[in-house]
């Protein structure tokens, strides 16, 4: 079976500041990794994807996410919050092969808030 | 313009009676699924397609069908809707390729059950 956590419900940062949203996951095989972001009221919107090679990975509105094999995370970053990004951020792994192939598994979500 | 909708946005129901909800895209996608998302619980997949007349269970099918008879349609029926079965409902779509592609999301449908 895999699972995502996202160990934290809320993140609070300062505009300017940089943020991290954590994310680990546990997979028997090798994933691939996503971010998704929610605005209020709205769908899911793709942030970025891990599939192979470098581990950072940069992706839409300066985001960027770094992958750790030996940790099983996946972090999301960006150096210099937003007012903006304040949403809903969800991780997802999905499983290379096998016959779990189209399972798509998601985090909780955290709510990202970014303070004036 | 590439998407994916979903019909109807909101629907309001009572216990037992048969409901559909559609979904299509305009992509030519071989890959959709069917997700609700709950407070707290994040998205849980219901059900998901690989292509036409392919289609397996997600994390959580009960009380759901799905049919996949053509590629750009994905309707979610509830034939005995619940209480519990209230909740917000995504349908998305992508392409298989090497299978790290990112889904397309529909608008959502949230749907009260009393």
């Known amino acids: 079976a895999q699972s995502v956590a996202q160990p934290e419900d809320q993140v609070n940062v300062a505009e300017g500041n940089p943020l991290t949203v954590k994310c680990t996951y546990s997979?028997?095989?090798?994933?691939?990794l996503f971010w998704y972001v929610q605005y209020p009221n709205r769908g899911l919107q793709f942030l970025l994807k891990?599939?192979?090679?470098?581990?950072l990975v940069k992706g839409s509105y300066g985001f960027e996410a770094e992958f750790n094999k030996s940790q099983t995370s996946f972090h999301l970053k960006k150096p210099s919050a937003l007012v903006s990004d304040s949403a809903l951020y969800f991780c997802?792994?999905?499983?290379?092969?096998?016959?779990?192939?189209?399972?798509?598994?998601f985090g909780q979500g955290t709510i990202l808030t970014v303070h004036p | 313009e590439a998407q994916v909708t979903q019909n109807p946005r909101y629907l309001i129901t009572v216990t037992g009676k048969k409901l559909t909800v559609t979904c299509s895209q305009n992509?030519?996608?071989?890959?959709m699924s069917w997700y609700r998302q709950d407070p707290g619980l994040g998205l849980r997949q219901i059900y998901y397609?690989?292509?036409?007349?392919?289609?397996d269970k997600g994390d959580v099918p009960e009380g759901y069908k799905v049919s996949r008879k053509e590629k750009r349609n994905f309707p979610l029926i509830l034939e005995s809707p619940s209480p519990n079965q209230t909740s917000l409902y995504f349908c998305?779509?992508?392409?298989?390729?090497?299978?790290?592609?990112?889904?397309?999301f529909g608008p959502g449908t949230r749907l009260t059950v009393t």
């Open positions: 998305a779509s992508s392409s298989l390729g090497t299978g790290g592609a990112e889904q397309y």
């Open positions: 997979v028997s095989g090798n994933p691939y």
């Open positions: 891990y599939i192979t090679g470098d581990n």
């Open positions: 997802a792994v999905r499983l290379r092969g096998g016959t779990s192939y189209g399972k798509l598994t």
């Open positions: 992509m030519n996608h071989e890959y």
């Open positions: 397609s690989m292509n036409v007349e392919v289609t």
